[in-house]
């Protein structure tokens, strides 16, 4: 189970869009570089049309992929047609192994706060991610320092949706 980083995300996820919903996230297992896994409890909760009634498609797109499910991630990012539902693409395609398409997304992005932010992490630039989460996919090796900066990718974007 992935653990926020930051007790002011936590708080503001609690806040803006339910306690559900932030036991939701902590309990989801931490995404893999590639597809999966899937989280059933938060699939199913997404899935229910009363409940995601508030969120908008940026928050559906970063649920979605935390969720393990790409394709449902992917129709709400392709439709957010601004740096952020760009982001949340190239994550989308990263985590899918299409490395290249990940990279055209992330152009797309230009320069966004949350990459900012990502810089003065071990995450630094996305280029260099998905070179190094490319390399890895292909030695089959264990990747804990890249799950946790992909993991902190997601929070970083995610809180910036929140805003």
Known sequence: MPQLDDANLARSIERQLGADVLTLIEQAPLPSLAAGPRCDALRDWLRDAQSVGKLTPKLLA???LL???LDASHEYSQAIEDRDGSFWHGIMHRREGDFGNAKYWFRRVGDHPALRQLRESAYRDPYEFVDAVER??????????LSAAQ???WQTLFAHCLD
Request: charged content about 25%; hydrophobic content about 35%; aromatic content about 10%.
């Open 62 to 64: 970063g649920l979605w």
């Open 67 to 69: 969720a393990g499910d």
């Open 136 to 145: 890895a996919s292909r030695r089959s090796a264990a990747t804990p320092d």
């Open 151 to 153: 993991w902190s990718e």
